[in-house]
């Protein structure tokens, strides 16, 4: 896999949002699938605990908190002004959606972020969006998809003194806030790899909706990060987050850095399936 950066994305998206914030493009609703029926390539490229409860509980799922909601306005919100989503379609019976499309770049994720930018690898900051991409590759017949990235901060982590001893000290100038491009090619051998994984991972989960068992811990421990256990709308109902129920409890919630995704990535993601 390949990592290019695009300049022209990053201006396309930003000149998007231009034409919203100036009347000239209408920004569509955002809209999100409550139910989420069915099982979703995201369901298998994030926690599958989550995933579980989602299913097994239906419209009895636990309102979203106030953390919640905000962290899907920082995200699905912010998307909608840089690219327009696409129509979904159904492969191997997993819903997928492209984020967007744009005739002269291809099809786009967009991703938001507060970690450090300066150093940022796309290919090896958070396997599980790779997953997906790869995954989105698959669904659409694709060998290429773009990653665009909203760094929330700019580099100001990179000022902070654990990023400093981490990466290095960095010589760029302070940028507040950020958006950056890539374009991601990969091998049909890592595209057909990885779909290989999705599909195991959806034979088990599957077999933990109609067993009503929850996924293995090691499954959910090679795929999450412990910031996320933190905001999980389920945390009072895994049975490895609720103390009263459950003999897991996350540690405290501190900065992820790039090296500790690459650990995770390290370890094949659980070796491929958990």
């Given at each position: ?15 998007r ?16 699938d ?8 995201s ?15 239906g ?30 379609i ?25 970690e ?9 900051a ?27 901060v ?18 760029e ?6 958006l ?95």
């Amino acid at each position: 896999m390949k990592a290019t950066p695009n300049l022209e994305l990053a201006t396309t998206c930003i000149n998007r949002a231009r034409g919203i914030l100036g009347g000239k493009i209408d920004l569509p609703a955002v809209h999100y699938d409550g139910d989420r029926t069915g099982i979703h390539l995201s369901d298998l490229t994030s926690c599958p605990a989550s995933a579980y409860y989602q299913k097994i509980l239906g419209k009895d799922v636990p309102p979203n908190s106030d953390t919640n909601i905000l962290h899907f306005v920082k995200g699905r919100g912010l998307e909608r002004f840089f690219a327009e989503e696409q129509e979904g379609i159904i492969v191997d019976d997993i819903s997928c959606t492209a984020d967007g499309f744009y005739p002269e770049h291809g099809y786009l994720e967009i991703k938001t972020t507060a970690e450090q930018m300066d150093f940022f690898d796309p290919l090896t900051a958070h396997p599980e969006w790779i997953e997906r991409i790869l995954g989105y590759c698959t669904a659409y017949n694709q060998t290429y998809w773009n990653l665009v990235v909203f760094f929330l901060v700019g580099n100001m982590p990179n000022r902070l003194w654990w990023n400093i001893k981490e990466f290095g000290k960095s010589t760029e100038p302070y940028v507040g806030i950020a958006l950056k491009a890539w374009r991601l090619s990969f091998s049909e051998a890592e595209i057909t790899e990885n779909w290989d994984m999705i599909l195991v991972r959806k034979l088990k989960l599957e077999a933990c909706i109609k067993n009503n068992t929850p996924p293995s811990k090691e499954w959910i421990d090679n795929v999450v990060q412990e910031w996320q256990h933190k905001i999980c709308r389920f945390k009072n109902t895994c049975i490895y987050l609720h103390k009263n129920d459950g003999n897991y409890e996350p540690l405290n919630c501190h900065w992820i850095t790039q090296s500790e995704n690459t650990i995770k990535s390290n370890k094949k993601r659980g070796e491929k399936n958990g």
